[in-house]
């Protein structure tokens, strides 16, 4: 089984838990949410022009790069973090232009050495699948596609087609951080996109609270939080790590425990 399948197989839902590469102490952060409890990780590689994130993450962003954060970087940033934990799924999420910019076989081939388990990439399409999905899947990479509030049923069979990991479901038709959907409305798209496909959902985008998380986990096979996470790291800088612990336990008990307190 690939760390993807055992992470979801559990018979609970998973906590999938981001920050930003170059943020803070990041192995120091990255240990911490394994520590509290994350199922899986997200790590953000730091761009320009993060469109599809808030304020928190977009400033994330910034101090990362301020301090000279690349991808060469990222990559050492990843492979000691497996080296650390065998058996966490690690995600790379950002934008097309560092993951293309030097070749997709290149960028593939970095991922596999460094034990990356999947990427998301926010800003390629899957009708533009061909710029690096191909890669990916030959080495062995999980491409996560991501599906939103505006992907219809005509649609989704491209966004399923060479998907891999789980389904991200954006919940918000928005930036990261800031609104939270209905649960209705998220009762209702767990239940299309599962019966479209086998891959595990996992939902995300302005979930904040231990509160809100396992009002989600409760539908949902994964829970993804992001600028709550943020959000400490900029607070509390080089010595965040406890509070990110502290913070992910809480979340890990609300979501672990959801189904069995919906049950």
Known sequence: MTRFATAFAKPRPALVAFITAGDGDTAANLDALVAGGADVIELGMPFTDPMADGPAIQAANLRSLAKGTTTADIFAIAAAFRQRHLETPLVLMGYA???????ADWFAAECAKAG???IICVDIPSEEDAELGPSLRAAGVDLIRLATPTTDPA?????LDGAGGFLYYVSVAGITGLQQAAQASIVDAVA???AATDLPVAVGFGVRTPKQAAEIAKVADGVVVGSAFIDIIAEHGDAAAPH???FTRTLADAIHGAKEIAA
Not at 97 to 103: A, D, E, K, L, S
Not at 155 to 159: E, M, N, S, Y
């Open 97 to 103: 232009n560092p993951m293309t910019i030097r070749g």
């Open 116 to 118: 990356v388990d999947g």
């Open 155 to 159: 649609r989704l069979p491209a966004v």
């Open 192 to 194: 299309r996109l599962k």
């Open 244 to 246: 990110v612990e502290a």
